[in-house]
């Protein structure tokens, strides 16, 4: 009984050590092979790294440039019923292109494939997500690239999309000149005195107010300056670029409206003059100063906003 009990003792220990010296090894297998894999990746990384900042700074400018392709689209009457998809199919154009001006100038083999184009946190920045894949000699890389490019400074389309390049609509002079397109439509809508949107103007080109926080409108001189500089804002309620490229007064992103001012002589309550408003919620406001011909219409809400209480 004593031999078994001892012979029992030594196969159990023995057992355990084996267990415990077969763990040790798959960790360190399993360290090593970590160790390895990070250093051939940083090794790459470190390779490729300039070629990589090299597209990401190439992403920003073909991005943008795939964007105000869709709203030269929309300006000639074209719809765009989707405008991730037609900006992602321009890039990829775009951005075929240029895989062979890298390939020379790096001598490397790149491909890429856009994943996603999409508003980001900010309404004056469109991020953009790109797969990056290339091989040089016995290397190989495999990267999402993610980039922004900026809206400022490209044409708003919301409005020649929602009434159409048919409307009567003008753009100069970095101005929407509505002439009777705006009151035409209120008038279709059913919306409170339409004639007083008749030649209302709009800025055109994307401008981001710089007189942030935005209560400071009230301020002597403020809002002149806003309105003749032709500034956009940010606003939760207001449209994304990309949404507006598609028509769209409203949307879940974060986005941004413009004053449409009207110049009239009437003095009666109309349609609130944000561009949400008059092309989405339809509520109504009033005059600031009702013996002025340029005054803004605005309701309550946006008052406050814009401290013009
Ligand atoms: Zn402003
Ligand atoms: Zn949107």
Redesign the pocket.
């Known amino acids: 009984m004593k031999i078994d009990s001892k012979g029992n003792i030594i196969v159990g220990t023995t057992a355990i050590l084996i267990l415990a010296l077969f763990l040790v090894c798959i960790f360190v297998i399993t360290t090593i092979n970590y160790i390895e894999s990070e250093n051939i990746d940083s090794k790459s990384n470190d390779n490729f790294k300039y070629i990589i900042d090299d597209y990401k700074k190439n992403i920003e400018i073909s991005g943008r440039q795939s964007i105000a392709e869709a709203t030269d689209k929309v300006f000639k009457g074209i719809p765009v019923s989707n405008s991730e998809k037609e900006i992602k199919k321009n890039l990829d154009k775009k951005l075929n292109e240029k895989n062979k001006e890298f390939s020379e100038k790096y001598n490397i083999n790149l491909q890429s494939e856009t994943i996603s184009v999409k508003?980001s946190d900010s309404p004056w920045k469109i991020l953009f997500k790109v797969k990056l894949t290339g091989q040089k000699d016995n290397e190989k890389f495999s990267r999402i690239i993610e980039q922004n490019s900026s809206v400022e400074g490209l044409r708003d389309p919301l409005p020649i999309v929602k009434l159409t390049v048919l409307s009567g609509i003008l753009t100069y002079d970095d101005t929407y000149h509505y002439g009777t397109a705006l009151s035409k439509y209120m008038l279709l809508n059913n919306l409170k005195s339409p004639e007083s949107y008749i030649e209302a103007t709009a800025p055109l080109i994307i401008k981001k107010c710089p007189y942030d926080p935005y209560i400071h409108h009230g301020d002597p001189g403020v809002l002149d300056d806003c309105l003749n500089k032709g500034y956009f804002h940010e606003s939760a309620d207001g449209?994304?670029y990309?949404?507006r490229l598609e028509g769209?007064g409203k949307?879940?992103?974060y986005?941004f409206e413009v004053f449409i001012q009207t110049h009239t002589p009437l003095k009666e309550e109309s349609i609130s003059c944000s561009d949400h408003v008059v092309f989405n919620d339809h509520y109504t406001g009033e005059k600031i100063d009702p013996d002025d011909w340029n005054s803004l219409i605005l309701d309550n809400s946006h008052r406050k906003k814009y401290g013009l209480v």
Do not use: Q
């Open positions: 508003t449209s994304c990309l949404c769209e949307c879940p992103h986005g």
